[in-house]
Every structure is written in structure tokens, then in C-alpha cells.
């Protein structure tokens, strides 16, 4: 087990560092001071002193934990990014572990700042993405899928659409790397029917096009 992870963290990092879209560092190493902690706001995170940094600031532990998947999405991510390891400030990488309950799903969801490369360690999933709007309205964005087993490997773009879905009876779980330090995530529908404060109806109904009661019945799932 030890071995899977050591090469399916190798892996990504290779493949997140070829896709890095972040600015280049400047320096060595510009480890993230905390959000609280900061008094200034920039893109990104200020640097700690260097005086002041130590090797903690580039580790974290516990990837090898499972996750807890008992949601309703039977799916948890773990997300190691600056937020959790300042170290990865101004790199242009970060990682997550993400566990499946049996027939779990990630849902469709978009990283709007990162490239994402996934390698399945254990399980089955079914993966896919949707290309952005095509230039000719009156053709429809493409779809792209496939089965993963336990070492395969699948490329999410920037900023498209994606998901997976764990199709077998077992548990799942991958790794995967991501070209920013800070990728970001938006789930489509709670971002859709789930904003504070909400979408209105007539927005909803008309993009939809879908009756008003729907939407509403939508729109409780996510509050």
C-alpha cells in the first residue's frame, strides 16, 4: 500500500508541475502567512519571513487516512492546498485525496483556476467532462468519458466541468493533482440552487425552463 501511494503522489506532482499555471516564484520559497494573520490583501498569500520558516511549513501529514463519505454525496475530498500547506505558496501545485463510498459521487464541479490529473488507486470509477459552449450555438457541448481501474490516469482541463462516479461495490479512492497553489471549486448545483441569497425564480425558470415549483423543490435541497 505504502508503494501505491509513494508512486501515485510522484505521479501527480510530476504531471501537476508540468501544467502549473500559477506566476513563477522569485524567491526559494514564499511560505503563506496566515489569512488572519496578514495585514495586508494581495493575490495570493504574503510571505513569512524567512528567518521564521521551518520544515513544518512544508508538510502535511495523514493522506493516507481514508476520508469520511457519509454524506449524501458519499464522496469526501481532502484537500491539501496553501490553505493547508503554506509551503505551496507561489508553486503552482496542490493535491487531494478523494474517497468514495460504494456507488459515491464527486459531482459536477469546476476548478477555475487548475488543471486536474487523477490516478485511481482502489476502486472503479466512471469519470467524464463537458467541453465549454461550442462556437456554433447549434452545436452542444461535447461530453468525453471513460472507466478507470486502479492505475489509470485521466486529465480534467481548466475550467471545464467534471465529475466522478464510483460504479463498483467497493470503496474507492484516488489522488490528484492540481496546477495551482489555490484551484478553487465550484459544485454546479449548490452554487445554482444553493447561493446566498438565492438565485431569483424568474432567472431560474427561464435558464431552465422548468416550472417555478421545480426550481423551489431544487432550491430546498440545498438549504
Avoid: W
Avoid at 200 to 209: E, P, S, W, Y
Amino acid at each position: 500500500m505504502a508503494v501505491r501511494l509513494l508512486i501515485s503522489v510522484l505521479i501527480i506532482s510530476l504531471f501537476s508541475f508540468t501544467y502549473a499555471s500559477d506566476p513563477s516564484p522569485l524567491q526559494d520559497f514564499c511560505v503563506a502567512v496566515k489569512d488572519d494573520e496578514a495585514k495586508v490583501f494581495v493575490n495570493g498569500k504574503i510571505c513569512k519571513d524567512p528567518n521564521m520558516v521551518n520544515a513544518d511549513d512544508f508538510f502535511f501529514p495523514g493522506l493516507n487516512m481514508p476520508g469520511n463519505t457519509s454524506n449524501a454525496q458519499g464522496s469526501k475530498v481532502t484537500p491539501v492546498n496553501v490553505n493547508q500547506l503554506p509551503g505551496l505558496n507561489t508553486l503552482g501545485i496542490s493535491l487531494v485525496r478523494i474517497d468514495y463510498a460504494p456507488y459515491g459521487l464527486n459531482p459536477p464541479h469546476t476548478h477555475p483556476r487548475a488543471t486536474e490529473v487523477l490516478v485511481v488507486v482502489e476502486g472503479t470509477l466512471f469519470v467524464g467532462f463537458v467541453t465549454s459552449n461550442p462556437a456554433d450555438p447549434k452545436d452542444k457541448n461535447k461530453l468525453f468519458t471513460k472507466t478507470l481501474y486502479p492505475g489509470d490516469v485521466f486529465v480534467f482541463p481548466e475550467g471545464l466541468i467534471h465529475f466522478q462516479f464510483n460504479v463498483g461495490k467497493t470503496e474507492a479512492f484516488v489522488f490528484a493533482g492540481l496546477s495551482s497553489q489555490n484551484p478553487g471549486v465550484i459544485t454546479i448545483a449548490n452554487a445554482v440552487f444553493g447561493s446566498d441569497p438565492p438565485i431569483t425564480l424568474d432567472v431560474l425558470t427561464k435558464a431552465f425552463q422548468v416550472d417555478a415549483n421545480v426550481i423551489k423543490y431544487l432550491q430546498a435541497q440545498f438549504n
